[in-house]
């Protein structure tokens, strides 16, 4: 079966599911970093890279891909969790 693919919403690039981090818009509208891939609401993909949440928050890609606005602190936790997960 083949592995799924999903883009990257700051580089563009596809890569396999795995290789991603998913943010995640939650039901009661908080915005976090799955790492699991298994948290419920709308998802966007990053690879896991700061240059590519930077690029992402510059054209305003994960804003419009989750459907909320993303405060500067969010985005600060974004960058920790995704730090955390290059490792």
Known sequence: MAE???M???CRAHAPKKE???IVRTPDGS???DAKGKTP???AYLCRKASCLAKAQKSRALERM???SISPETYAAL???IEAADG
Do not use: N, S
Request: charged share 20%; glycine share 14%.
């Open 79 to 81: 960058a920790e969790a």
């Open 31 to 33: 915005i976090v970093a």
């Open 66 to 68: 989750l459907a909320a």
């Open 8 to 10: 990257c919403a700051g």
């Open 41 to 43: 609401g709308r998802g």
């Open 20 to 22: 991603l981090i998913r």
């Open 4 to 6: 799924p693919v999903r």
